[in-house]
Each structure stands twice: as structure tokens, then as C-alpha cells.
């Protein structure tokens, strides 16, 4: 029996999008990685490397055209789509003062309504189907907000209230939607953070230690796998929610 999953995984040039593509490759499924430009020749031949097959598919999901082409191409070449990850996202930190109108349209239209996007397509798919698994990334400040991140926290949390109604929407057909809410990541963003900064966030995490994408990675195989979680949000954070 072939157990090999055709998984779509958005954002997966770099950071958790990359390590989430990476951990299907590995496991040997069909995974399409997705970004706005074209992936470096050293990241593909990593992913070739795999025993997976990837196939990368170019493009912005804030684009509604792009978001059923994508979808509508991996169905192609295929012929099914088991698991769709919403990851793509971007921040545009501002003070609400001084906050932008583009700085706060721009992080909606990619976070939450690319997420819709490719979810509104992906689930035509799936209904036929009567199987499939919805991941979208959400993140811990969408639960508990942020300094200078209205936007952002918007965007996430929104995405956390349209998981749970596609979840409920989907269930009668055995299709399962869950979000995962990431807490402070290493990743390029962390790296350019002071050491003052860095203390005062490892302050708020009773693990103190900052999270690794393959932990993110971890959850999203693990939800892939179920059949009974569905509308949930797992908070992959190191305790940091606990704190408020």
C-alpha cells in the first residue's frame, strides 16, 4: 500500500516553512514548496537530495489567482492533495501611532487572507476527496498580543477564528483544520535581536530556551497523522503562554 502523502507547504523558502518541507521529504512524500521567488539552486538540490519529490511552485498566495493556480497544479500533478500548511507570513512592525495604512494591509493580506485563499481552494479538493488535513501557522501573539505588532496579532488571531469555523464546516466530510501557534523561534528574525531583548524573552518562557523550527515541524507531522483533532490550537511556544 502507498502510504506517500502529497503535502503543500507555503512560505517554505527558509525558517519553520523550510524545516516543516524538509520533515515531509525526509519522511518520503510528494511536497510542494512555494515562496515568492524562485528557490536558490543550493535549497532545491537539498530538497532533491530527498527521498521525497519536490516540486516547487512559484508565487504570491495574497494573490487569489495564484492561490488556485497552486492548487489547481498540485491536483495536476498529483492527482490528490492530503495536507495543505498555511505558513507564509511576513511582519511589518509599527507602532499603532505610526502604523501605516500598507504596513497593516499588506501583513492582512498575506497572513490571513492568503491563508483563506489557498484553504478555499484546497478544500474543494478535499471534499471530493472526504479526506484531508488543513495546518495553518498562527502564533503565540495573536493569543497574547504585542508591542508594536497590532497588525501582526491581528492577522494571527484571525487566523486562529478561521480555523476553527473551516474545522467545524469540514468535519462532516472527515477533513480536520488545526493551528499551530509558534512562540519565539530561532530564526533570522531572533538573531538580530540584542541581548537585552533576548533576556527579556527568554524571561517569559519557563523553558528559557527560544524554539526550534524543527519543533514546529514535529507538530505539523503529528497533526498530519490524526484523524481525530481537528479545531484545535496548539500553542508550540516553550510555556510561554502560561506567563501571559
Same mark, same amino acid.
Given at each position: 500500500?502507498?502510504?506517500?502523502?502529497?503535502?503543500?507547504?507555503?512560505?517554505?523558502?527558509?525558517?519553520?516553512?523550510?524545516?516543516?518541507?524538509?520533515?515531509?521529504?525526509?519522511?518520503?512524500?510528494?511536497?510542494?514548496?512555494?515562496?515568492?521567488?524562485?528557490?536558490?539552486?543550493?535549497?532545491?538540490?537539498?530538497?532533491?537530495?530527498?527521498?521525497?519529490?519536490?516540486?516547487?511552485? #512559484?508565487?504570491?498566495? =495574497? $494573490?487569489?489567482? %495564484?492561490?488556485?493556480?497552486?492548487?489547481?497544479?498540485? !491536483?495536476? +500533478? &498529483?492527482?490528490?492533495?492530503?495536507?495543505?500548511?498555511?505558513?507564509?507570513?511576513?511582519?511589518?512592525?509599527?507602532? #499603532?501611532?505610526?502604523? =501605516? $495604512?500598507?504596513? %497593516?494591509?499588506?501583513?492582512?493580506?498575506?497572513?490571513? !487572507?492568503? +491563508? &483563506?485563499?489557498?484553504?478555499?481552494?484546497?478544500?474543494?479538493?478535499?471534499?471530493?476527496?472526504?479526506?484531508?488535513? #488543513?495546518?495553518?501557522? =498562527?502564533?503565540?501573539?495573536?493569543?497574547?498580543?504585542?508591542?508594536?505588532?497590532?497588525?501582526?496579532?491581528?492577522?494571527?488571531?484571525?487566523?486562529?477564528?478561521?480555523?476553527?469555523?473551516?474545522?467545524?464546516?469540514?468535519?462532516?466530510?472527515?477533513?480536520?483544520?488545526?493551528?499551530?501557534?509558534?512562540?519565539?523561534?530561532?530564526?533570522?528574525?531572533?538573531?538580530?535581536?540584542?541581548?537585552?531583548?533576548?533576556?527579556?524573552?527568554?524571561?517569559?518562557?519557563?523553558?528559557?530556551?527560544?524554539?526550534?523550527?524543527?519543533?514546529?515541524?514535529?507538530?505539523?507531522?503529528?497533526?498530519?497523522?490524526?484523524?481525530?483533532?481537528?479545531?484545535?490550537?496548539?500553542?508550540?511556544?516553550?510555556?510561554?503562554?502560561?506567563?501571559?
Amino acid at each position: 500500500m502507498d502510504n506517500t502523502k502529497t503535502v503543500i507547504v507555503t512560505g517554505s523558502s527558509r525558517g519553520i516553512g523550510k524545516a516543516i518541507a524538509t520533515a515531509f521529504l525526509k519522511e518520503g512524500h510528494n511536497v510542494v514548496v512555494n515562496g515568492r521567488k524562485e528557490f536558490p539552486s543550493d535549497l532545491m538540490d537539498y530538497f532533491n537530495s530527498l527521498p521525497g519529490k519536490a516540486h516547487p511552485i #512559484i508565487g504570491d498566495i =495574497s $494573490d487569489s489567482a %495564484f492561490a488556485k493556480k497552486l492548487i489547481k497544479e498540485t !491536483k495536476k +500533478t &498529483f492527482k490528490q492533495i492530503d495536507v495543505l500548511v498555511n505558513n507564509a507570513g511576513i511582519t511589518k512592525d509599527n507602532l #499603532i501611532i505610526r502604523m =501605516s $495604512d500598507e504596513e %497593516f494591509n499588506s501583513t492582512i493580506d498575506v497572513n490571513l !487572507k492568503g +491563508t &483563506f485563499y489557498t484553504t478555499k481552494e484546497v478544500a474543494k479538493v478535499m471534499l471530493k476527496q472526504r479526506s484531508g488535513h #488543513i495546518i495553518n501557522i =498562527s502564533s503565540v501573539i495573536g493569543v497574547v498580543g504585542n508591542v508594536g505588532q497590532a497588525n501582526y496579532a491581528a492577522s494571527k488571531a484571525g487566523v486562529i477564528g478561521f480555523t476553527k469555523s473551516v474545522a467545524k464546516e469540514l468535519a462532516p466530510r472527515g477533513i480536520t483544520a488545526n493551528a499551530i501557534a509558534p512562540g519565539f523561534i530561532d530564526s533570522d528574525m531572533t538573531t538580530v535581536l540584542t541581548d537585552e531583548i533576548k533576556e527579556k524573552t527568554l524571561n517569559l518562557i519557563p523553558l528559557n530556551r527560544l524554539g526550534q523550527a524543527e519543533d514546529i515541524a514535529e507538530t505539523v507531522q503529528f497533526l498530519s497523522n490524526q484523524n481525530y483533532i481537528t479545531g484545535q490550537v496548539i500553542h508550540v511556544d516553550g510555556g510561554m503562554v502560561m506567563n501571559g
